[in-house]
Nanobody, 115 residues
Framework: QVQLVESGGGLVQAGGSLRLSCAAS????????MGWYRQAPGRQREMVAI???????NYGDSVKGRFTISRDNAKNTVYLEMNNLKAEDTGVYYC?????????WGQGTQVTVSL
């Protein structure tokens, strides 16, 4: 069983920055893919960024060039650095892990970007 705890969400003005963290229980070496997804009110959950165990990354088109995903295996933590935030980035951000034992989600952290 993997437990994920997100932190770092909050209210920020457009153009500002936030850094999300996701602390995971268990060994990150068994995590094939870690990622961040978000869901805005009335919309489907969408992929924001993912990072594989080989440090290959992939980003949603709307965040390319603004967001950066990284992982610290020593701290069992994955990060999402978000810069130049826009109002459309508002939503609940969820951490996700695909491990050898299955797929896991965090409880989510709210990000609100004001104009």
């Amino acid at each position: 069983q993997v437990q994920l705890v997100e932190s770092g969400g909050g209210l920020v003005q457009a153009g500002g920055s936030l850094r999300l963290s996701c602390a995971a229980s268990g060994s990150m070496f068994s995590f094939n893919v870690m990622g961040w997804y978000r869901q805005a009110p009335g919309r489907q959950r969408e992929m924001v960024a993912i990072i594989t165990r080989y440090d290959t990354t992939n980003y949603g088109d709307s965040v390319k060039g603004r967001f950066t995903i990284s992982r610290d295996n020593a701290k069992n933590t994955v990060y999402l650095e978000m810069n130049n935030l826009k109002a459309e980035d508002t939503g609940v951000y969820y951490c996700n892990v695909l491990s050898t034992s299955g797929a896991y989600w965090g409880q989510g952290t709210q990000v609100t970007v004001s104009l």
